[in-house]
């Protein structure tokens, strides 16, 4: 075998070995949340009314604004919207959300969205700040966008408390009431 083939055979090798662990071979655990618990996760989630979110100081806006990765005509667009005060109308307004993965951090994803603006947020163990608009109908859509396995565990910061939902599969979608 010449050392030409004997490279092309080599790298065929590592490259497939290196497919081959990707494909059946997750290095991140799956949450394992049991039967049990997904019934006291939904239960909790029915007797919830609402999540208490930050709202933005007006001082803050733009620093607000900077974390929400908007190009310019949108930004200005938002900070547009969000200047208008109509008497008797209920002003967009920007807000924080708080999110994490409650169980195991194994590559579960979420996308949020609200007056028109969705972000799809990586959930890590570690809680995740999250800037969004909300308008009059106060709430936020919440859809699965990819399972590390085992469910979506989905963990929300209610004022100074911690609530966990219920899982969520990929492209399951909860509306979120929220409050001020």
Do not use: C
């Amino acid at each position: 075998m010449s050392r030409l083939n004997l490279l092309l055979v080599t790298g065929l090798l590592i490259a497939g070995t290196g497919y081959a662990m990707t494909a059946w071979w997750n290095p991140l655990p799956a949450d394992r949340v049991t039967e049990k618990e997904k019934a006291e996760l939904i239960t909790g989630f029915t007797h919830l009314r609402t999540i208490a979110v930050e709202q933005v100081k007006d001082h803050d806006v733009d620093a607000a604004l900077d974390t929400m990765r908007l190009d310019p005509s949108l930004r200005q667009a938002m900070k547009h919207t969000l200047d208008r005060k109509a008497p008797g109308s209920s002003p967009t307004v920007l807000a924080r959300i708080t999110v994490w993965d409650f169980a195991s951090q194994d590559g579960d994803v979420v996308r949020l969205s609200s007056a028109g603006y969705a972000i799809d947020v990586a959930l890590l163990n570690e809680p995740t700040i999250v800037t969004l608009p909300i308008d009059a109908s106060q709430t936020i859509q919440i859809t699965g966008a990819h399972d590390g396995g085992g469910g979506i565990t989905l963990g929300v910061r209610n004022g100074a408390g911690k609530v966990s939902l219920p899982l969520i599969t990929e492209g399951q979608a909860i509306s979120l009431p929220v409050n001020f």
